[in-house]
């Protein structure tokens, strides 16, 4: 692993009301030429054909889901659109089109339902259905992968690759801290312009990070409803242990199910998390975690495993499982790194790669990837590239400390 020092890729902290924040990100982003209206244009036109989604619907499926983030958002959202001097629809646009639904089969009347699935939003549930061998499988959907490690002293780590839609790499990545007033101040790493997180670490040493989970119970009505990845970052702003989390997802809903990877100073955990249920597992000292994209309960049997496809959530939970038990992580972060950089682990889809040549070509590839140790509050990241290029193996790791 090579690291530089400062972080060669934009550093955002935004202090203050939610309004404030939002015109401050506004301007640095539109000064970046990401928040234009060309840049957006360019953006959205990228997505679009990805997510399924018509040009047309996606304002008012954003619309809809706006009224699902926490209160303060919309005016976080507000004054980016003031400082990038943009319509507050083109940013709400934005920032929805990676996770939109398909509004209807391209080319079908406005009204007629979708009859074609979103790879980018539906998880990852062909490797959690038992289907004959013959039956070809759907387009693949979010394949992330991660580790929580105890190290020599007892203290967890973590590593994970997230693995999404490589048009996301067009606006670069970056590391935004947000400093709300009363709530714990928070780094998110990922995509430059997102004010969502789905890797994350806060000033009380808790991190938390999000994989996508099959998930088909209906959404309950007793509780707050936060979609999913604003709901990390609520989450991250208003909790500092394990157990305050454990207490906070069992009070909110929602709009998906997750895997939650979660890890303080001194404890780890992953949460299954169906849109209103919970199963929380406990890492140990002298046996890791794995987390990809199914239950981590349930069990991998000789004939589940050889029914894998190449790069699913069953292959890649078992090559992490295997390498492992094989060599345990003992040069801290390195071996966290190139464990994700294993070519059965992380999402490379180039033509001429193993998985190009195994499954053909995808939209996913591993945009990036990153390596915490919340004792020392120090965040390692590594960018993937617009080529389909994965992050651990390619991109240049960069170390992120004192940030918050």
Request: proline share 11%.
């Amino acid at each position: 692993m090579t690291t530089s020092r400062p972080p060669p890729l934009p550093v955002e902290v935004l202090q203050g009301p939610p309004g404030d924040q939002g015109l401050a990100h506004g301007r640095a982003l539109r000064d970046q030429s990401v928040l234009t209206p060309a840049g957006v244009a360019r953006y959205l036109g990228a997505c679009a054909p990805l997510t399924r989604t018509e040009p047309g619907d996606l304002i008012n499926l954003a619309t809809r889901w706006i009224a699902e983030l926490p209160p303060h958002i919309p005016d976080e959202i507000d004054g980016m659109a003031r400082g990038a001097r943009m319509p507050f629809d083109d940013v709400l646009a934005f920032l929805y089109a990676d996770i939109a639904k398909p509004s209807r089969t391209p080319g079908a009347a406005p009204g007629d339902d979708a009859r074609t699935l979103n790879p980018a939003a539906t998880g990852d549930e062909h490797d959690l259905i038992a289907r004959p061998r013959s039956t070809t499988p759907p387009p693949p959907g979010p394949m992330c992968s991660a580790v929580v490690h105890h190290d020599a002293h007892a203290s967890p780590w973590v590593a994970r690759n997230c693995d999404w839609l490589t048009a996301t790499l067009a606006r670069g990545t970056s590391a935004v801290v947000h400093r709300l007033p009363g709530r714990h101040p928070t780094l998110g790493v990922g995509i430059r312009g997102d004010i969502d997180v789905d890797t994350g670490l806060n000033a009380a040493g808790l991190w938390l990070h999000l994989h996508t989970l099959y998930a088909i119970a209906p959404i309950p009505a007793d509780r707050p409803r936060i979609s999913w990845l604003f709901w990390a970052r609520e989450a991250l702003e208003t909790c500092a242990t394990i157990d305050e989390l454990e207490a906070f997802i069992n009070a909110t809903a929602r709009d998906r199910g997750v895997l939650v990877v979660a890890a303080t100073p001194s404890k780890g955990a992953v949460f299954e998390c169906g849109r209103a249920t919970c199963t929380r597992h406990d890492a140990e000292p002298g046996r890791p975690l794995t987390a990809t994209n199914h239950s981590p309960a349930k069990h991998i049997d000789d004939d589940r495993r050889s029914r894998a496809r190449p790069g699913g959530s069953i292959a890649r939970a078992c090559r992490l499982r295997d390498a492992l038990a094989s060599h345990a992580p003992e040069h801290l972060p390195d071996d966290l790194a190139e464990l994700l950089a294993d070519p059965e682990i992380e999402m490379d889809r180039r033509p001429g790669s193993r998985l190009h040549a195994a499954t053909g070509p995808s939209p996913i590839s591993t945009i990036y990837s990153a390596v915490a140790s919340p004792r020392d509050r120090a965040v390692w990241f590594a960018q993937g590239s617009a080529d389909g290029a994965p992050a651990p193996s390619t991109g240049h790791w960069h170390q992120l400390n004192g940030l918050i």
